[in-house]
């Protein structure tokens, strides 16, 4: 069956230490995939997309990489303050003839001060 | 442009009553999304609008749902004979083309008692 799997436990860390979310999937063939942060009551905002061809992508303080042999991506925040607190969503795209996102159910950031 | 803008925020019916909620996208935005999203989980995937042109709809969306988009501008949700299993936070997107990152609105949280 298809899955997208980002760990269900909040991740917990101090600030100023690097966060790593981790988003696995299987039986899916994106063209691209992104990452979203959402805080509670809000909808998700847009942080990064990665295509299938690139490896890696930054953006300020975030990183993403794109492994399509393990099927796995990773989300790095460094120099990780309390302001990053959120849930962060993983979403596959340009599958088939789909137009849509599909999203895995988030992972939770909490960074102590 | 001040981004997706959705109403009403939050929405209270009786079981069996219709509610209809209204997404105003970015307006040089062509693609138009509805998600759902339950507590704990990730967005999913309902509808897609290209324009005026409904291009997708979910199994999710069951005869209860409807959805449209006249002249390609703002798009309505409406769910008929509601039962308690809709209430969720239902969520509109928009984006310029694919392979973008969406943008989306605050949500409407819809509770059925």
């Known amino acids: 069956s298809q899955k997208i799997e980002q760990n269900s436990e909040a991740l917990n860390i101090q600030e100023g230490k690097t966060a790593t979310l981790t988003c696995n999937y299987t039986n899916y063939s994106p063209a691209y995939l992104q990452w979203y942060r959402q805080d509670p009551g809000r909808g998700p905002v847009f942080l990064l997309l990665i295509r299938e061809n690139e490896k890696e992508k930054r953006k300020e303080r975030l990183k993403v990489t794109f492994d399509t042999t393990l099927k796995q991506s990773l989300f790095h925040i460094t120099a990780s303050q309390p302001a990053d607190s959120a849930t962060y969503l993983c979403a596959l795209g340009g599958m088939d003839s789909s137009y849509k996102l599909i999203f895995g159910s988030g992972t939770r950031l909490l960074v102590r001060p | 442009d001040t981004g997706v803008s959705q109403n009403p925020r939050h929405k209270i019916t009786k079981r069996g009553q219709n509610v209809t909620f209204r997404c105003d996208p970015i307006?040089?935005?062509?693609?138009l999304y509805w998600y759902r999203q339950t507590l704990g989980q990730g967005p999913e995937f309902l509808t897609y609008f290209q324009n005026e042109a409904q291009l997708e709809k979910s199994r999710l969306l069951s005869d209860r749902f409807s959805a449209e988009r006249p002249k390609g501008s703002f798009s309505t949700l409406e769910i008929q004979r509601t039962e308690q299993g809709d209430s969720a936070m239902y969520l509109c997107a928009s984006s310029p083309r694919d392979a973008y990152g969406y943008t989306f609105g605050s949500g409407t949280r819809l509770t059925v008692v």
């Open positions: 307006s040089e935005h062509n693609r």
